[in-house]
């Protein structure tokens, strides 16, 4: 009987804690090694909670496991992916993968050129909610696409529970909202409704962070001739969580989304009373449609540990990445509209 497989983590901030959580949930039985976080104290809190020892260095936790969760600030991912795919140890990295997109496709190309197992946290490509959404686009009886409403907000994650202040840091963040929140947005827009042929967006930069930009609305045009209009916004509200809002018009249906994971979702067609599903009973609706919704985090340790693909891979994040960069460059031009090249 083979060893479990041994896992380590680059970081031991909320997003590392949270692929922590959910690995325990899949059930797969690893071995929790070294925990490395710039922070000692964060670290020492990690293994108190999840297992592991609080490594003392990023060395030891590299030389110690068979895969490694990235859950550094962004700047780090590409050195820390590096180091790990030379020493040919599966790899894990939190989106983005890099502060730019020149820096995201040589980490791309490199993982790929060394053929290990590889996973992006772009984790609502498993969603439930979102994948009902998608079947339910998919009908043949909801008729073409023609329009959808995307609105993605949470307070800015410099403070509060998330306490990330390296997000008001350009060298570590890269940009702000729509590189950090919304690349999720931008990879779930052609999850669900296919290729963006070109974009248009304006930004602003309310709490004055240099470099981070904490609003932006994006014209997201698709091959389909369909078109997408998406906010992201970075606020002050506190008491309000972190949340994403999708209304799809199809020609013969009309479908909402709230909630990244277990809904509620909420459907119309021509004749008859909305349907409105979440939590179990979408699960169940997801179960009887044959959706599968994995558990991203399980899928990824057995992926490793069988030496096999994971997915979404860094060929998927490295599309969202050229997306990202388009939303951008338009906002830099005024709002000027950027083709988007497909692959």
């Known amino acids: 009987m083979s060893s479990p497989l041994r896992v380590g983590f680059l970081g031991a901030g909320l997003i590392a804690t949270f692929h922590s959580k959910v690995l325990r949930a899949s059930g797969v039985e690893v071995e929790r090694v070294g ?36 859950c550094t600030w962004t700047s780090e991912h590409p050195r820390l992916v590096s180091a790990a795919v030379a020493r040919g140890l599966a790899v894990f990295c939190e989106k983005p993968l ?30 439930p909610a979102f994948n009902l959404v998608r079947a339910l686009i998919a009908d043949e009886a909801a008729g073409p696409v023609m329009a959808a409403v995307f609105r993605d907000d949470q307070f800015i994650p410099i403070q509060g529970h998330y306490g990330s202040t390296w997000r008001g840091d350009v060298a570590k963040a890269g940009a702000g909202t729509f590189l950090e929140h919304s690349i999720h947005d931008v990879d779930l827009v052609e999850h669900l409704l296919g290729p963006v042929t070109s974009v248009s967006a304006r930004s602003a930069h309310v709490h004055d962070l240099p470099g981070i930009e904490d609003s932006v ?47 509620p979702v909420t459907w119309q067609d021509p004749t008859g009373e909305p349907t409105t599903l979440s939590g179990a009973e979408l699960l169940a609706e997801c179960e009887r449609r044959g ?28 599309r969202a990445h050229r997306l990202v960069d388009a939303v951008y460059r338009s906002a830099a031009s005024g709002g000027s509209p950027v083709a988007t090249v497909l692959g």
């Open 35 to 70: 925990v490395w976080d710039p922070d000692r104290g964060r670290a020492e809190g990690f293994v108190a909670a999840a297992g592991g020892f609080v490594a003392d260095g990023e060395d030891q936790v590299l030389d110690g496991c068979d895969a490694v969760y990235v």
């Open 98 to 127: 890099a502060v730019d997109l020149a820096t995201a496709t040589r980490l791309a190309d490199e993982v790929v050129a060394a053929g290990v197992t590889n996973q992006v946290g772009l984790v609502l490509r498993r969603s």
């Open 217 to 263: 609305s994006a014209l997201l045009e698709l091959a389909s001739g369909a078109t997408v209009t998406l906010t992201s916004v970075w606020h002050d509200v506190l008491a309000r969580p972190s949340l994403r809002r999708l209304e799809v018009l199809c020609r013969d249906r009309w479908i909402a989304v709230e909630d990244d994971w277990t809904g």
């Open 291 to 318: 959706i599968a919704t994995p558990n991203p985090d399980g899928d990824f340790v057995t992926a490793a540990a069988a030496g096999a693909p994971a997915w979404p891979d860094v060929t998927v994040a490295l």
